[in-house]
């Protein structure tokens, strides 16, 4: 008997027993259909991210904040209070006050070997922010180097000398401003307030408009360098006494990537973390990988007992079949290809369950990313929640027929040592 023989004879047996069958199918189809949506979202959000972090310019770059000795070991509440340093730099945030990056530290990462530029980022923070119909906004200013990284509705990132801003799309209909295209070249105030409680209006013009993003800061405005520098120089003018320069991070642009690892070292040293765009989107790889590896344990435990169900079909059709096999035997079929037979039908019955559940978990995928794209996570242009890899679909229905093999063996097994006299005699 040819293999297409024995493929032709073992599809047909499978059919035998439907209920049986279709049963076990089911219980296949059914870990085949969450492993397939689990990989298409690892697939689709980590492809999100690899785009997020590649719309950066910046790649190359080390984001660098002061490390708090408050946020040290042995410094908790029980611990009593830190000891003043004069020359500690604070910067006031909405969530409390934190070390700020001092001049002499941006001069300690200049230094570094390997560190091509640095720029800080000051921290502004604007009275308010009034639009072309009058009224007033709250306003939080992002910082210019997240510019590089948000991917654009309209118009084009700030440019370094001018006094122009990247408006989140957000903002747009709020401020009156009609479509994103229409709010491109539009004028709007920043009001600031000075050290001696003087207020001063800045003219700004919008380059462009932003999308929302995993990266950088979508929800706030984002300044020019010069327009964020020329805010922050007003808003610490007015004092009786100098008030010393204070930075909330800086970015420190690194020519040579492979002194990555040397320059945070040293920036430790100095008592200064440095994380690139990498380091920071990796957290949601972390979380996005932890979530799939659980659901396909759960699709995991589905297929082992899908196993199960086929090693108990096969018993049953063995035993139904046991005449059957002795002739089988006594006209001259081997051992070898009776347990290839039965080998196949599991497979078969493996192939049915996983390619139909890899189907429809495509299928429901690719309905669930664009029915989500289009309502809740349109906040997200770009985002395709599930995203299906044809080798990796493929690599699953495999893995399935394979674990349906592994499941057919003691079955098939049984049935190549059947003694043809004794299967002949059975009743």
């Known amino acids: 008997m040819k293999f297409i023989d024995l493929l032709r004879t073992a599809m047909g047996n499978t059919f035998r027993s439907k209920a049986r069958t279709v049963l076990t199918v089911i219980a296949i189809f059914i870990g085949a259909f969450t492993l397939t949506l689990t990989s298409g979202i690892g697939t689709g959000v980590n492809n999100y991210i690899d785009k997020t972090v590649a719309a950066f310019g910046n790649q190359d770059s080390l984001f660098v904040q002061k490390v708090s000795e408050q946020s040290g070991s042995g410094t908790g509440q029980g611990d009593g209070p830190t000891e003043y340093d004069p020359d500690q730099a604070n910067v006031q945030t909405g969530f409390g006050s934190i070390s700020g990056l001092t001049d002499a530290d941006i001069a300690k990462i200049e230094k570094i070997d390997g560190v091509d530029s640095v720029d800080p980022m000051y921290m502004v923070t604007p009275s308010y922010l009034k639009a072309g119909n009058g009224k007033k906004y709250q306003l939080s200013l992002g910082s210019p180097s997240q510019a590089d990284g948000l991917q654009l509705d309209a118009g084009k990132t700030p440019a370094r000398t001018a006094d122009e801003i990247l408006l989140p799309a957000s903002w747009v209909e709020p401020l009156g401003l009609g479509s994103a295209q229409d709010a491109v070249g539009k004028k709007l105030t920043v009001v600031m307030r000075n050290a001696a409680d003087q207020e001063k ?192 679909t493929l690599i699953i229905i495999l893995a399935v027929m394979f674990i349906a093999f592994l499941a057919g063996t003691i079955p098939a097994m049984r049935a190549a040592r059947q003694d043809p006299i004794n299967a002949l005699r059975y009743e």
């Open 201 to 392: 209006s800045f003219p700004v013009t919008i380059a462009g408009v932003s999308q929302a993003s995993l990266a950088g800061s979508a929800s706030n405005p984002v300044p020019s360098p010069d327009l964020n520098k020329k805010l922050y120089e007003y808003q610490t003018s007015g004092s009786p006494r100098e008030v010393p320069n204070s930075y909330f991070t800086a970015t420190a642009n690194v020519g040579d990537t492979s002194k990555m690892g040397a320059i945070k070292s040293q920036l430790a040293d100095e008592n200064m973390s440095g994380v690139t765009v990498e380091d920071q989107l990796g957290m949601f790889r972390t979380v996005i990988n932890g979530i799939v590896w659980i659901l396909n344990s759960f699709a995991i435990i589905a297929l082992l007992a899908a196993g199960f169900g086929i090693v108990n079909t096969l018993l049953m059709s063995v035993q139904e079949r046991t005449r059957e096999i002795g002739l089988m035997k006594a006209l001259g079929m081997s051992g070898g290809k009776v347990f290839g037979l039965f080998s196949l039908e599991a497979i078969f019955i493996g192939f049915l369950g996983s390619a139909i559940g890899a189907a429809v978990g495509v299928a429901a995928g690719s309905i669930i990313s664009a029915a989500l794209s289009n309502g809740l996570l349109s906040g997200l242009p770009g985002l395709s929640l599930f995203l299906f890899d044809p080798l990796k």
